[in-house]
């Protein structure tokens, strides 16, 4: 941290939902810290729940997992893979770095349970809105971050996301000139009929804006053609902001182009200027980023994978295992094509004919027993076929639960989450028995793993020790191991403290792993994820 007060960026967003303020947030924050300054970026959900831990993949997309283990809205993915802020442990982000409605009544509704309010009518304005202003300013604490990045989720306008809207006027009020900026993004329609770029939406979404109170520094415009001048200098009239502050974010073809595209208009420094920081003399360092663009845009090789989950219809359910693919494929110059196949469509019958073109085979987390005899099917192939395997998770425990049927001839093998079974290879751990609330209780965030030298997976790593975050309420069964290791799967990842298995590997297989823990989570730009990047390799080895 170089400065004496953290400084802070509010980004807010009009017009439509989904315009990608997740990504400029970050994009910020990446050029931010280019040029020196120390960023986190967090994110404040309008909805009721107190997390997304509990919502069906279907609602929000994925549920992103913190080091502290904190379930979160997949922004914090892009977020951390923007900024990669794993170099040291305690800037991570956190369960500081997202916050919703739900999280905010919650602790207001204790406070007046316990008392705490001494009497006092407890209201909207000053109550909810003095426990979002103090989530905000929470992160400031850690004394760490130059500048704090609150992205507010929803579109402005909305009746559920006012109190924080209330909030950002408080606070920018409260702290002053130039010590805040915010940022506004919106939605430049393009009309196919006459051939306009339409900006009165924008302009509408700024009123909205002022009418609470809040005027913005900044307006990023989504759009699918290029912005004329003249189009900004209007938009820039009409809504009180430079038009050197419009910003243009036209579609590119890769998500990790956005900081640069934002660098080529002086994003950066008109950010740094609203705040009253010095830009640092010259160019930011941004080659390893252009470097990795280049690579994304101009792959020598490409390979198709099979994802094989049952959220398939939405990609984002599986947000953070797809951008992984996207790193590990820079690394391997080659573009890795994802197939999402629908595992409660997969059957003995039909799963050569859809999975026998993959290079290889991801078999997806998930809950439940919807679409798991699929994934099995899926297990087996690849077992049998030789086709390099990765199981995340559900996956890692359908390899266990294939094997179990398979090879060691136990038919009615599965794990206790699917029903009763004579052989729960994989079953609940005493500490879980009992515990019936569904929100924030099973096994989540890092754990340590300690790998067997000489396994397929500790050479990905290059290490032995490592720390892996998870999300699952089961676990391998210890009682069945020894068979296990007898017939050829090996565990080759223990957690050294509960002795639990981490990683499971066939040493006969050409590249079959599978992991507890979501490695998905841990994947940036700068550290694409060695197990990805190693079965990415796989596959293209295989293949050829
Ligand atoms: N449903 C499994 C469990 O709870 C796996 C969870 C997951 O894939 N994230 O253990």
Same mark, same amino acid.
């Given at each position: 941290?170089?400065?004496?007060?953290?400084?802070?960026?509010?980004?807010?967003?009009?017009?439509?939902?989904?315009?990608?303020?997740?990504?400029?947030?970050?994009?910020?924050?990446?050029?931010?810290?280019?040029?020196?300054?120390?960023?986190?970026?967090?994110?404040?959900?309008?909805?009721?729940?107190?997390?997304?831990?509990?919502?069906?993949?279907?609602?929000?997309?994925?549920?992103?997992?913190?080091?502290?283990?904190?379930?979160?809205?997949?922004?914090?993915?892009?977020?951390?893979?923007?900024?990669?802020?794993?170099?040291?442990?305690?800037?991570?982000?956190?369960?500081?770095?997202?916050?919703?409605?739900?999280?905010?009544?919650?602790?207001?509704?204790?406070?007046?349970?316990?008392?705490?309010?001494?009497?006092?009518?407890?209201?909207?304005?000053?109550?909810?809105?003095?426990?979002?202003?103090?989530?905000?300013?929470?992160?400031?604490?850690?004394?760490?971050?130059?500048?704090?990045?609150?992205?507010?989720?929803?579109?402005?306008?909305?009746?559920?996301?006012?109190?924080?809207?209330?909030?950002?006027?408080? +606070?920018?009020?409260?702290?002053?000139?130039?010590?805040?900026?915010?940022?506004?993004?919106?939605?430049?329609?393009?009309?196919?009929?006459?051939?306009? *770029?339409?900006?009165?939406?924008?302009?509408?979404?700024?009123?909205?804006?002022?009418?609470?109170?809040?005027?913005?520094?900044?307006?990023? *415009?989504?759009?699918?053609?290029?912005?004329?001048?003249?189009?900004?200098?209007?938009?820039?009239?009409?809504?009180?902001?430079?038009?050197?502050?419009?910003?243009?974010?036209?579609?590119?073809?890769?998500?990790?182009?956005?900081?640069?595209?934002?660098?080529?208009?002086? +994003?950066?420094?008109?950010?740094?200027?609203?705040?009253?920081?010095?830009?640092?003399?010259?160019?930011?360092?941004?080659?390893?980023?252009?470097?990795?663009?280049?690579?994304?845009?101009?792959?020598?090789?490409?390979?198709?994978?099979?994802?094989?989950?049952?959220?398939?219809?939405?990609?984002?359910?599986?947000?953070?295992?797809?951008?992984?693919?996207?790193?590990?494929?820079?690394?391997?110059?080659?573009?890795?094509?994802?197939?999402?196949v629908n595992s409660e469509k997969i059957d003995a019958s039909n799963v050569a004919e859809k999975l026998g073109t993959m290079a290889g085979i991801l078999v997806a987390p998930g809950f439940g027993n919807r679409g798991i005899e699929g994934k099995i099917e899926a297990v087996r192939f690849a077992r049998e076929q030789g086709i390099p395997?990765?199981?995340?998770?559900?996956?890692?425990?359908?390899?266990?639960?294939?094997?179990?049927?398979?090879?060691?001839?136990?038919?009615?093998?599965?794990?206790?989450?699917?029903?009763?079974?004579?052989?729960?290879?994989?079953?609940?751990?005493?500490?879980?028995?009992?515990?019936?609330?569904?929100?924030?209780?099973?096994? +989540?965030?890092?754990?340590?793993?300690? *790998?067997?030298?000489?396994?397929?997976?500790?050479?990905?790593?290059?290490?032995?020790?490592?720390?892996?975050?998870?999300?699952?309420?089961?676990?391998?069964?210890?009682?069945?191991?020894?068979?296990?290791?007898?017939?050829?799967?090996?565990?080759?990842?223990?957690?050294?403290?509960?002795?639990?298995?981490?990683?499971?590997?066939?040493?006969?297989?050409?590249?079959?792993?599978?992991?507890?823990?979501?490695?998905?989570?841990?994947?940036?730009?700068?550290?694409?994820?060695?197990?990805?990047?190693?079965?990415?390799?796989?596959?293209?080895?295989?293949?050829?």
């Amino acid at each position: 941290m170089k400065l004496a007060k953290p400084k802070y960026i509010f980004v807010t967003g009009g017009v439509a939902s989904s315009l990608g303020k997740g990504i400029i947030s970050a994009s910020i924050a990446r050029l931010l810290q280019a040029r020196g300054y120390s960023v986190t970026i967090q994110k404040l959900d309008p909805y009721i729940n107190v997390d997304p831990g509990t919502l069906n993949p279907y609602e929000h997309g994925e549920c992103y997992v913190t080091e502290d283990g904190t379930e979160t809205d997949l922004d914090l993915g892009h977020y951390e893979r923007f900024t990669s802020i794993h170099t040291t442990e305690a800037i991570t982000t956190s369960k500081a770095n997202n916050v919703t409605t739900g999280k905010i009544y919650k602790s207001v509704i204790e406070k007046e349970r316990k008392g705490e309010f001494l009497g006092k009518t407890v209201q909207v304005i000053p109550h909810i809105t003095d426990e979002i202003k103090r989530r905000i300013q929470l992160l400031s604490q850690q004394k760490v971050y130059d500048i704090i990045i609150t992205e507010i989720g929803g579109t402005v306008g909305d009746i559920e996301s006012l109190p924080f809207i209330e909030s950002v006027r408080q +606070l920018r009020y409260s702290l002053g000139y130039r010590n805040t900026a915010l940022v506004h993004l919106t939605l430049i329609p393009y009309m196919a009929a006459s051939g306009e *770029l339409k900006t009165k939406p924008t302009q509408h979404s700024v009123k909205a804006l002022l009418e609470n109170g809040l005027q913005p520094d900044i307006l990023v *415009l989504r759009t699918e053609h290029p912005l004329t001048p003249n189009l900004k200098r209007k938009v820039a009239l009409f809504c009180n902001v430079d038009a050197s502050a419009v910003m243009e974010s036209i579609d590119v073809p890769t998500i990790y182009e956005v900081p640069l595209k934002m660098h080529e208009q002086h +994003l950066d420094e008109v950010v740094l200027d609203k705040l009253g920081l010095p830009a640092e003399e010259g160019e930011p360092n941004l080659d390893s980023l252009r470097d990795f663009v280049h690579k994304i845009k101009h792959p020598s090789d490409r390979i198709d994978i099979a994802l094989v989950g049952k959220y398939t219809e939405l990609p984002d359910a599986y947000k953070s295992i797809s951008e992984s693919f996207i790193h590990a494929g820079a690394v391997n110059d080659c573009k890795v094509k994802l197939h999402y196949v629908n595992s409660e469509k997969i059957d003995a019958s039909n799963v050569a004919e859809k999975l026998g073109t993959m290079a290889g085979i991801l078999v997806a987390p998930g809950f439940g027993n919807r679409g798991i005899e699929g994934k099995i099917e899926a297990v087996r192939f690849a077992r049998e076929q030789g086709i390099p395997f990765l199981g995340i998770c559900l996956g890692m425990q359908c390899a266990v639960i294939e094997f179990a049927r398979h090879v060691l001839g136990l038919q009615d093998a599965n794990s206790s989450e699917m029903g009763q079974t004579a052989h729960p290879v994989i079953d609940l751990m005493e500490e879980q028995k009992g515990i019936t609330a569904k929100g924030g209780t099973m096994r +989540l965030g890092a754990y340590p793993c300690q *790998l067997k030298a000489g396994s397929k997976v500790a050479a990905a790593y290059g290490s032995e020790q490592i720390m892996e975050r998870h999300r699952h309420r089961y676990e391998f069964n210890n009682d069945y191991l020894a068979d296990f290791e007898a017939a050829g799967m090996q565990a080759v990842g223990t957690n050294p403290e509960t002795n639990l298995v981490e990683v499971v590997e066939i040493p006969s297989h050409p590249w079959f792993v599978g992991t507890q823990y979501h490695p998905e989570y841990k994947s940036t730009v700068e550290r694409p994820h060695p197990l990805f990047v190693a079965f990415v390799k796989a596959a293209l080895e295989n293949r050829k």
